[in-house]
């Protein structure tokens, strides 16, 4: 009986090698066929697959080539989020005035929203934090302190953020969509409205119907063109320095149903402030003064009035909440938010800079070189960015185990009919995730630069490499 059983242990082991080893063959036989591909000819390519659970190497090639991540860059920044602030974690924006109220309920001073780097605040995901229950709960704030007329102005207050909004490495063409909404510390509807557009035949010009909402305080100058069928939306917004004009550029495909792009706020705090000036104009509220930002306060040589009384708090969704949209939409503004969070949450100045000074830190800790690390945003949108696939793997399966862990896998998308996201920039597609494979579960990244031709085509190249992990 001990023979047999002794047998049939060693059966089993064999099979279990045997079962490993076909899967590296098959691995290698779809990776070198990808590289052999025309799309593929200049590219670097790089894939790593660990078990998730012991690290142990399933397949690793080229694994310390440092690449663009693209948007995969988002899976470090939530794990390092997660590991620093917690998954409960919640931003506190608050709200309360400066000066004093009078006895017939004149306020004597400035109304203050001072941001705290929430990125939701105002944001249409979340129930309970849509813009007009925001305003609505500041307006409750207002009318509970017994004011009636405010002798002064509404201000957003940005500040703790800084003044430095978009990383250093993001290029032009990106800040002005949405997308490329920059940082803040009183972000205000994710930083983003959209522009109606006027579109007519084929080479003629477009213009601005309307935006959403109401913007009076920017202009617009339209050169985007009406182009052909089947060539998309190629429409840039370009935000005004040192002005109110912001113009838009490129092309607009004709058979495009939306007729809209989604641009970004040059300044939030001021929408902010400028929204709840108007609200409570609206509700009959008298306000003698304009609404102020940090921005426009130091653009004039202004102070920027402190909260002497506090009114309210506002509370975010939990950080748990804020990393499921950030994967499952791909959220640049999350992203960026957070890393300046963890770096004022370490001690240090909130910045970009020092939010990627600590993750650094952080793993390096952990056993990771830095230079395998070497980024220079959170979300990825900067080509500058550089991560080795062994690194982002191991990332990964660091974060199994952990309390917080199906939070974040939750967050992941499914794409190919696994739970992965995805990066893409220009010439540059991704994907991290994970995967089971006859029970065994595995985390893997795999990154195509300098690929040629269209990102579908090799999109679909990528997902029969990953296959194999089924």
């Known amino acids: 009986m001990r023979i047999k ?31 052999a591909d025309s799309q593929c000819k200049y590219a670097s390519i790089s894939l790593t697959v660990l078990d ?40 506190q924006t608050q709200f309360g005035y400066s000066g004093s109220i009078s006895a017939d309920g004149t306020l004597n001073g400035d109304l203050i929203i001072k941001g705290a780097g929430d990125p939701t605040l105002g944001s249409w995901r979340y129930a309970g934090h849509h813009e007009n229950d925001i305003l609505m709960q500041l307006v409750a704030a207002i009318q509970k302190a017994g004011i009636k007329k405010i002798n002064g102005h509404v201000v957003g207050d940005d500040s703790i ?31 983003q409205f959209d522009i109606k ?33 089947g060539t998309g939306d190629d429409a840039y917004a370009y935000l005004p320095v040192g002005t109110k004009l912001m113009y838009l550029r490129g092309t607009y495909a004709e058979d495009q149903e939306k007729k809209s792009i989604s641009v970004a706020i040059p300044d939030p705090a001021f929408d902010a402030a400028y929204r709840l000036t108007d609200t409570l104009k ?16 130091n653009a004039a040589s202004q102070p920027v009035p402190t909260i002497a009384t506090n009114l309210a708090t506002i509370a975010s969704p939990q950080l748990s909440k804020i990393i499921y949209w950030l994967n499952q939409k791909s959220i640049n503004l999350y992203a960026e938010q957070l890393l300046k969070t963890i770096a004022w949450k370490s001690g240090k ?8 000074e600590v ?84 985390c893997f990244s795999i990154m195509v630069n300098n690929f040629n031709g269209s990102g579908r085509g090799v999109k679909e190249k990528m997902f029969r490499v990953l296959d194999e992990l089924k």
């Open 161 to 191: 953020f800084g003044t430095q909004s978009v990383p250093n490495g993001w290029i032009w063409m990106d800040v002005g969509n949405y997308y490329g909404a920059g940082t803040s510390g009183l972000c205000w509807r994710e930083n």
């Open 197 to 229: 557009l006027k579109t007519g035949p084929v080479n003629t010009p477009i213009s601005v119907l309307r935006t959403v909402p109401n913007t009076p305080y920017l202009n617009y100058k339209s050169e985007l063109m009406n182009a052909p069928s």
């Open 282 to 297: 609206r509700l009959g509220f008298a306000v003698t003064g304009e609404p102020e930002s940090v921005l426009s306060l």
């Open 52 to 91: 998730a659970k012991t690290g142990e190497t399933v397949f690793t090639a080229n694994p310390n080539m440092g690449l663009a991540t693209a948007s995969t860059l988002k899976t470090i920044t939530s794990i390092t989020a997660f590991n620093i602030l917690g998954k409960d974690f919640q931003y």
């Open 349 to 356: 100045q909130p910045s970009t800079d020092n939010g990627v």
């Open 5 to 35: 059983a002794l047998i049939l242990t060693n059966l089993i082991l064999v099979g279990g090698i045997a079962g490993a080893q076909t899967l590296q063959s098959r691995l290698q036989s779809a990776f070198n066929r990808l590289q």
């Open 359 to 442: 993750e650094q830190d952080f793993w390096k800790a952990r056993g990771i070189d830095p230079h395998s690390l070497n980024v220079v945003d959170g979300s990825g949108l900067s080509p500058g960015d550089r991560v080795t696939t062994m690194i982002m793997a191991t990332v990964l399966k660091s974060a199994k185990g952990t309390d917080w862990f199906p939070d974040f896998y939750e967050s992941l998308p499914v794409y190919n009919n696994m739970k992965m996201k995805s990066g893409s920039i220009l010439n540059v597609l991704t994907y991290a995730g994970y995967q089971t494979h006859n029970g065994r579960e595995l």
